[in-house]
């Protein structure tokens, strides 16, 4: 987990510092990051999942807020920093596991 949301993290650190990024470029990173996202959410889901079903409910908002998040950064040009900031807050949440 914390490995794939390094790469997602790093995809959208990219594009956020290359002035001359395409718009494939930024739907690309985004497109990773909301599987990430898409991943984590059907796994707290899952009745089997052993996380606390409280901790299981904020990850699946978090996830529908970074769906939604994502489409403004795409359709209006909002900024990428959120994106990259609550990924990186979940790094480090993972890292003190």
């Known amino acids: 987990e914390y490995r794939a949301f390094g ?3 790093a995809a959208l650190v990219r594009v956020k510092e290359t002035p001359e990024r395409t ?3 930024m739907a690309e990173a985004i497109d990773t990051n909301r599987k990430l996202w898409n991943v984590l ?3 707290c889901s899952a009745p089997e999942n052993q996380l606390p079903l409280t901790l299981r409910g904020q990850i699946i908002s978090l996830a529908m807020w970074v769906a939604r998040y994502s489409r403004e950064v795409l359709r209006d040009g ?3 920093e959120p994106l990259i900031d609550i990924n990186r807050t979940m790094m480090e949440g993972l890292a003190t596991r």
Request: proline fraction near 8%; charged fraction near 15%; glycine fraction near 0%.
């Open 23 to 25: 718009p494939t470029m």
């Open 41 to 43: 959410a059907a796994d």
């Open 78 to 80: 909002a900024d990428i």
């Open 7 to 9: 790469q997602a993290t």
